[in-house]
Nanobody, 120 residues
């Protein structure tokens, strides 16, 4: 069974850091494009970062460039999102997703999300 599961969310102060993790199972991690999305209450879902399956491209939303870093470890079948200098507008539920295609295509597998709250 294919699964992805996020962890690492929580409540932090503005300016602090958090590191989210996403573990995968049931897929050949090296063949999958992996991404982080987020959705705040009352807002549409936003793609935060995406690492293409071949590792050649990593994409970031303009809202997080320079503050967030996505990385992947094939040996551990794990994806991370290092979030620095967090702002109240980063408050959202963060989701890990995977797809057999490219970052430009739709995601196929979704986690249940981990909530992140930034207090000012």
């Amino acid at each position: 069974q294919v699964q992805v599961a996020e962890s690492g969310g929580g409540v932090v102060q503005e300016g602090e850091s958090l590191r989210l993790s996403c573990t995968t199972s049931g897929v050949d991690f090296d063949d999958y494009t992996v991404a982080w999305f987020r959705q705040a209450p009352g807002k549409s879902r936003e793609r935060v970062a995406c690492i293409q399956w071949d590792g050649r491209n990593t994409y970031y939303a303009d809202t997080v460039k320079g503050r967030f870093t996505a990385s992947r470890d094939s040996a551990k079948s794990t994806l991370w999102l290092q979030m620095n200098n967090l702002k109240p507008e980063d408050t959202a539920t963060y989701y890990c997703a995977a797809a057999a295609g490219y970052c430009s295509g739709p995601m196929e597998i979704w986690g249940k999300g981990t909530p992140v709250t930034i207090s000012s």
